[in-house]
């Protein structure tokens, strides 16, 4: 089946440092990929839909400019959290789709800790 | 419109019952109806999706029942095991690439 690759797994950073986070998708080409954030015993929130080639969509209350989403080529998408806080803090998550017929496809997730 | 209620939030069962986790959603455009199943620390695993076409979908232990009339739909999972503990989130599509919105999740924990 269709595999998403996310890394790092787990990442702890400093407050006010940056965070990059990858997304691929091993054996299909995603045009769009799809990032979400998730707390602790909390549903999954869509932060963004990346677009290849184009500017991502974000969704209403996602600062666009503390989450940079780049997705430069078919298979790779990355999301960078900048100037980092503790609040940033979450479980984020990519998806993506391999066709329309077929379901959404999650990475393994990144857990990130702003100490 | 976007919203995906599901209830209940959490269920407790013994090993070999029958769980089963209901949403309902109000955008009737909405034509993908998937489950997933994630443990802690992981993402979310598909499990079984449906279309407003069919009412009932069996893949192994898993069955959706789908009731476009209502626009409701639930999860039963038959003979449910202690590794079948996790939590269930349903969710909804509309078209093509557009984005899946989740329902608030379903934490299941089937005792031995």
């Known amino acids: 089946g269709a595999v998403v690759s996310q890394h790092p797994s787990r990442v702890i950073c400093k407050s006010g440092t940056s965070v990059k986070i990858e997304c691929r998708s091993l054996d299909f080409q995603a045009t769009t990929m799809f990032w979400y954030r998730q707390f602790p015993k909390q549903s999954l929130m869509l932060m963004a839909t990346s677009n290849e080639g184009s500017k991502a969509t974000y969704e209403q209350g996602v600062e666009k400019d503390k989450f940079l989403i780049n997705h430069a080529s078919l298979t790779l998408s990355t999301l960078t959290v900048t100037s980092a806080h503790p609040e940033d803090s979450s479980f984020y998550i990519c998806s993506a789709r391999p066709g329309q017929g077929e379901g959404y496809t999650f990475g393994s997730g990144t857990r990130l800790t702003v100490v | 419109q976007q919203q995906v209620k599901q209830s209940p939030q959490s269920l407790i069962v013994q090993k070999g019952g029958i769980p089963i986790i209901n949403c309902a959603y109000e955008n009737t455009a909405f034509d993908y109806f998937p489950w997933y199943q994630q443990f802690p620390g992981k993402g979310p695993a598909l499990l079984i999706a449906?279309?407003?076409?069919?009412s009932e979908k069996k893949e192994g232990r898993f069955t959706i029942s789908f009731n476009k009339s209502a626009k409701q739909f639930s999860l039963h999972i038959m003979d449910s095991q202690p590794g079948d503990s996790a939590t269930y989130f349903c969710a909804a599509s509309n078209g093509g690439f557009q984005k899946l919105v989740f329902g608030t999740g379903t934490r299941l924990l089937v005792s031995p």
């Open positions: 449906i279309r407003p076409d069919v």
